[in-house]
Nanobody, 120 residues
Framework: QVQLVESGGGLVQAGGSLRLSCAASGSFVGINAMAWYRQTPGKQRELVAQVAIGSRPNYADSVKGRFTISRDNAKNTGYLQMNNLKPEDTATYYC??????????????WGQGTQVTVSS
């Protein structure tokens, strides 16, 4: 079983920064891709940023230039550095990972979510 545990959310003033972390644990051979999504009540979950092995990161237009996705493969941990936060960034942020359980077998996992609230 693979678990993703997020941390780093909280309350911050507009213009501030937060760094979210997503730590993967369990039995697997590697993480092929990691992504961050966010969701607000009544709206669909939207992709914020993603990065896959051998590919450049992709970002939603609304966060380009402000957010940076990265990963530490040795720690099986992904990060989302969020700078110049805006009130419209307020949401629950979810980590997602495509994990190789063994050769030719992959599965997709979600974290439990972490709340980010940006005050104006």
């Amino acid at each position: 079983q693979v678990q993703l545990v997020e941390s780093g959310g909280g309350l911050v003033q507009a213009g501030g920064s937060l760094r979210l972390s997503c730590a993967a644990s369990g039995s697997f051979v590697g993480i092929n891709a990691m992504a961050w999504y966010r969701q607000t009540p009544g709206k669909q979950r939207e992709l914020v940023a993603q990065v896959a092995i051998g590919s450049r990161p992709n970002y939603a237009d609304s966060v380009k230039g402000r957010f940076t996705i990265s990963r530490d493969n040795a720690k099986n941990t992904g990060y989302l550095q969020m700078n110049n936060l805006k009130p419209e960034d307020t949401a629950t942020y979810y980590c997602n990972a495509e994990v190789s359980l063994r050769q030719w077998v992959t599965n997709n996992y979600w974290g439990q979510g972490t709340q980010v609230t940006v005050s104006s």
